[in-house]
DNA sequence: AATGAATGAGAGTTCATTCAT
DNA sequence: AATGAATGAACTCTCATTCAT
């Protein structure tokens, strides 16, 4: 259909900013087009439907990070490394494609029940075995704590690194890098003050 | 026989199930009506629009939740046991009323920016504060590192405490104050193994 | 159904004015309830339909005129004298039931469409047989100019005659016998001072 | 090929048709849409709203006569020929767009309430303002007579007009003009025979 | 590559009406 | 005689989508 691939990608970037803001479903097609600078029913010249859309956006983001995981997976560090490396390129990832994890996050659940975007479910399939392995291996290893749930640990990362997606503004004070290293300061050493053995509950001998 | 607050209020469970499970554009009055076994027409004789009726979910979780929080304050704990308190209660409002918290969640930030739904960053911001001033004076007691980023910190805190709502389960394996205290034990003290080379050479031998 | 006729006397009263005032469509059930302190439901306790409620104000209207214009017919007076009759009756119809009389101008020529309210149609018959005989016999005694449009007159004298229900105040400072009066005059002999034969087109000799 | 504006006159002009024949109220999208040949929905395409097409009829409507009017005025002519210029402009407006003088007839009393329609009640009152100067001024100069109350004989003279519009066909045996001349001999000068009792003693020979 | 006009399905909402109590 | 709750049809309006130009 469209001639050039350049002309897609602003319109995708355009409209991966519009459903963040509105709503995957409060957004119209129209909006988009405004958007863009043309007429709604021009959008269709480049593209098959407003699901196409999304899909495309969603595709592109998830695609690109399970490459960077990869990456990381690859590198064999040691779990408490790979996760710093994880974390890392999360927001990374966010600071690329902002509005396409901000979509992610809010829309996956109930967009992943539709038959079209049976590869949401895949693609958190995969990154939950990356995360679940990696805070496993953590344990094993007597790197993290004996003694973590490992899958409501694994959703209070997951939740917490793509939730920042919502307040993320590439131009803000902090760097990508610089919040990952204070997120990653809070889950693995806690914020709690460094132990000087007076803690209310007495620790568990 | 059923007086009308009654019935209003199986109406408004009805509907939080069906909104936090669609998302609120995407859930057409017609599909409230379904659930709540009536006509849609029928449902307009107890609210007065779909707004409406999202309105008086939000308001009252946001009330119930204000109250729970007042009295958390009121008891006059130091700044941990009041974190704790104050992470306690919010898993447990996500117990007694997952949907509407999850409607929240999903959909506050989009809703908010209607004049109807103003309240919603009204509460916000006295949630915040809430949460700023523990968190400061906690570093102020020296209870919390002293290297945090206040505003970083309660965003984490906060978004990580509320999305749980979409996947918590009333009737799931852990329990509210479980999964609290789950959550203080990662937040506080983080996720890695006490460490003996790092700072303090062992912690309580 | 009812017991009481005062009651439905009461009820039609209040529906008329709400009718006359908005209009026969845009009056809905409810607000014709509201104005009488009930609910909407109640109504069809006293009344069949809306349909009914607006048929039985016309018919009744209708009814009482038609025996108003009888009577008059009945003294067999002149056709000028007669006319003034008429228009005096009209006007006194206004005074005692305007709003009925406001429906009937507004909605008739709708509502005549419609099989239930073919009765509409055909007291207008009746009608204006009274005023084209009057005119014609007032022309034929030389009471009313020899070269007057019949038809187009009798449009002009009922229109304005009924319009003024759209207007008129049963408190206002115009009894409903002045305003004949002076609509009368008027008619009669015009508005233009009295001929002194300087006329801008010079009179057809 | 037509250009849109073409295309919009030929819609408000249907939609007027069907305006006069069955009420603002009465009249659904839908049935202005079959009369112009297309589906409900894309009427919406040209026009906002319900209230913005008759919106639209009429503020054409009162533009175009204003227009006339100010034309009539700027003539200075004297009372009496002045009125007869304005009955006849009035007339002409019926003959081109009784639909929209209907409409404006019967409907707007109760559309003026609303804010949307506020210029009604503007319009109208310029055109009071025009038509009691004229009366008065009529009076002042003794062509009218002296004892006419201004505000009623402004009240008849409109809505007889006006009324008109309701039965008016343009391709009746009637031209405005005829129409018009009926109208302002039986409004100046009455419709009873000159008589030779009652004051002058014969007129003009 | 985009416009202008239209489609058709479905959304939220209204409303006359019904009926058990 | 009236209420409270519901029905069901219809209404205005929105929107993704199509297509001739």
């Known amino acids: 259909m469209s001639a050039s691939p350049e002309r897609r990608r602003q319109l995708l970037d355009t409209a991966a900013a519009v459903f963040a803001a509105q709503g ?7 909006r988009i087009a405004d958007a863009a600078g043309m007429l709604a029913g021009s959008l269709y010249y480049h593209f098959d439907s407003k699901d196409s859309i999304v899909e495309e956006i969603l595709r592109g983001f998830l695609d690109e990070l399970a490459g960077r995981y990869d990456t990381v997976l690859a590198a064999g560090l040691g779990p408490r490394e790979t996760m710093r490396a994880l974390v890392t390129e999360s927001f990374r990832e966010i600071d690329r494609h902002g509005p396409a994890v901000a979509i992610y996050q809010k829309e ?3 967009l992943a029940a539709r038959e079209r975007f049976a590869f949401l479910a895949a693609s958190q399939s995969t990154f939950e075995q990356t995360w679940l392995t990696t805070l496993k291996d953590g344990v094993a290893a007597g790197e993290f704590r004996a003694d973590l749930d ?8 997951r939740d917490t690194v ?11 004070r902090h760097s990508p890098e610089e919040i990952a290293r204070q997120y990653l300061a809070t889950v693995l050493d806690g914020i709690a003050a460094p132990d000087r053995s007076d803690h209310s509950p007495a620790p568990q001998g």
Chains 1, 2, 3, 4 share one sequence.
């Open 24 to 30: 995957y479903d409060a957004t119209t097609v129209r």
């Open 108 to 110: 996956s659940k109930t």
């Open 150 to 157: 490992i899958r409501l640990t694994y959703r209070f990362v």
């Open 162 to 172: 793509w939730v920042a997606a919502s307040w993320y503004r590439p131009d803000g």
